[in-house]
C-alpha cells in the first residue's frame, strides 16, 4: 500500500478533481466539500495522473477536455496503471448523451455526468457511483 | 497592419505582438462554451504553430481598448493557406470581431498570391458556417474524427509481407501525390512532427500499400496512407492490424479523415469509432 494512502486520513472520501477551467473545479470542490468530501484539484492529464498515482483518490472527476492530453486519453493511462485499476473513474462532459456514453465506456470510465454541473444533485451522482458495482450515468 | 471595425469600437492586431501564453488564454476563453473545447497549453499550442506551419504576422487578434476579445490563424504553404484557431469570446460575440478576423486572413492570403484558402468548421456550428459561406467558401467534403480505445482487443496481425519504416522513408512515401488532402492531414505536416515512421506492406494476393503515423508518449495520430495496389479496405485492414499489434496500450486519434475514403469501413472493423466530424470549406482566390 503506498505511503500517501496511509497517511492521509480515511475519514473522508477523497475526491480527485481533473479540470482545467478553474471557475468549474472550484464550484465542484465547494459543492462537495459542503457535503464533507475531501477535493484534490489537478488542472491538466498529466498533473492528473501524478496526483491519481500520489494520493489514490476513492473517485476521479475527469472533464473530457483538457489541454495537454484530453480525458478519453488519461482514462487509458488511469486504466492502464495497475495500482489504480479499482477506482471510479466519472467523465464530466457536455458531449451528447449518445457520444458520451459510447465514449466513456470504451475508455474505462464507470460513467458520465453532463455539464453543467447540477449544483442540487452533483454530490449524489458522485455519492451514486462510490457504491459497488454501480456504473450508471 | 492594424484594421478597425466600423465602429472603431474594435481593431485587429498582428498575433506575432502577442505572447505565445497571451494567444493560449486567448484561444482557450473563446471555446470555452464549446460541446467540444479542445483546450491547448502553452506547449501544445507552440506545437500547433509549428506543425501546421502558422505565420503569426499574418494571423490576428480582435481587441477592444486592451481586451483580448478573439483571435484568428493563418497557416501558409505552397499556393495553399489554411484558416484555423477561429474564436472570439463568447460575451463579445455578434459584434463583427468574427467577420473582421476572417476578411483579414482573406486579406493577408491575398497579399501572399495564395490562390486557395482552405479551413474546416465544426458540423453544425451554424454560425462560423454562415460566415464562410458568405465570405465565399464552399463546402466540399466532410471530415471524420475518428478514435481507437487502447485496450481494444488487438487484431492479429494480417499475413503479409511487412516492412516498418523510419522517418526517413516514411516521409519519402507521405510525399507522393496522395491528392489534396486537409491540411492537417498534408505531407508538411508530417515533415514538422516528431517521432514519424511508418508501415508499409504486401499482401500475398499482390495488394500493397503503407501507413506513416505519429507516436506520442500515449497516442497514436496523424495518419497518412495509400493503397497502392488491391482493394483499399482489405490493405488498411492489414495495415491497421499490424500497427494496433505493434502498439495494443496506445490511444488512437485520427482526424479529418475523408467521409467518402475508400479505406474507411477497415477503420470501424478494427475497433474505431466516431468522435464528431468537420465541414471541410474551400476558397478560391477568383471568389469573392
Known amino acids: 500500500m503506498r505511503l500517501a494512502k496511509v497517511n492521509r486520513m480515511k475519514a473522508k472520501i477523497l475526491v480527485l478533481v481533473i479540470e482545467d477551467m478553474p471557475d468549474n473545479a472550484e464550484l465542484a470542490r465547494k459543492v462537495l466539500t459542503a457535503r464533507g468530501y475531501e477535493v484534490i484539484l489537478a488542472y491538466d492529464a498529466e498533473s492528473g495522473l501524478k496526483t491519481a498515482k500520489d494520493q489514490h483518490p476513492d473517485i476521479i472527476l475527469l472533464d473530457l477536455g483538457l489541454p495537454d492530453y484530453d480525458g478519453q486519453t488519461l482514462a487509458g493511462w488511469l486504466r492502464d496503471e495497475p495500482s489504480l485499476t479499482n477506482i471510479p473513474i466519472v467523465a464530466v462532459t457536455a458531449w451528447p448523451p449518445e457520444t ?23 454530490a449524489d451522482q458522485i455519492a451514486a457511483f462510490l457504491k459497488p458495482s454501480n456504473n450508471a450515468s | 497592419m492594424s484594421l478597425t471595425s466600423a465602429d472603431d469600437s474594435i481593431r485587429l492586431a498582428p498575433a506575432s505582438q502577442f505572447t505565445i501564453e497571451q494567444l493560449t488564454a486567448l484561444y482557450n476563453k473563446t471555446r470555452v462554451d464549446y460541446m467540444v473545447p479542445m483546450p491547448m497549453n502553452v506547449a501544445r499550442l507552440a506545437d500547433y504553430i509549428h ?29 495553399r493557406a489554411w484558416i ?101 492531414n498534408q505531407s508538411e505536416s508530417l515533415t514538422n512532427a516528431q517521432e514519424v515512421s511508418g508501415i508499409r506492406l504486401t499482401l500475398a494476393d499482390g495488394s500493397r500499400g503503407w501507413l506513416v503515423y505519429q507516436r506520442q508518449k500515449f497516442l497514436l495520430t496523424r495518419f497518412a496512407f ?63
Open chain 2, 226 to 288: 495509400k493503397t497502392e495496389r488491391g482493394d483499399p479496405v482489405t490493405v488498411a485492414r492489414a495495415l491497421l492490424s499490424h500497427l494496433h499489434s505493434q502498439y495494443p496500450r496506445l490511444d488512437t486519434q485520427i482526424e479529418n479523415i475523408q467521409l467518402g475514403d475508400p479505406h474507411l469501413p477497415a477503420f470501424y472493423d478494427m475497433g474505431y469509432m466516431e468522435s464528431f466530424r468537420r465541414v471541410e470549406m474551400w476558397r478560391n482566390a477568383s471568389v469573392g
Open chain 2, 84 to 184: 484555423t484557431r477561429l474564436g472570439v469570446a463568447p460575451a463579445t460575440r455578434r459584434h463583427g470581431a468574427g467577420q473582421m478576423l476572417v476578411k483579414s486572413l482573406i486579406a493577408a492570403a491575398d497579399s501572399l498570391h495564395l490562390p486557395l484558402i482552405m479551413l474546416e468548421v465544426i458540423k453544425n456550428n451554424a454560425p462560423a458556417h454562415q460566415l464562410f459561406l458568405k465570405l465565399g467558401f464552399r463546402e466540399t467534403g466532410e471530415l471524420l474524427v475518428l478514435r481507437r480505445p487502447p485496450r481494444t482487443s488487438p487484431p492479429d496481425p494480417m499475413v503479409a509481407d511487412a516492412q516498418r519504416l523510419d522517418r526517413t522513408d516514411s516521409l519519402v512515401l507521405v510525399g507522393h501525390d496522395r491528392g489534396m488532402q486537409p491540411w492537417t
Open chain 1, 100 to 122: 458520451a456514453r459510447q465514449m466513456v465506456e470504451s475508455y474505462g470510465c464507470n460513467g458520465y455526468i453532463s455539464k453543467p454541473i447540477n449544483v442540487a444533485n452533483f
Open chain 2, 51 to 79: 506543425l501546421y506551419d502558422i505565420d503569426l504576422d499574418h494571423s490576428f487578434v480582435a481587441m477592444q481598448n486592451e481586451e483580448m476579445l478573439g483571435v484568428a490563424m493563418l497557416g501558409v504553404r505552397h499556393q
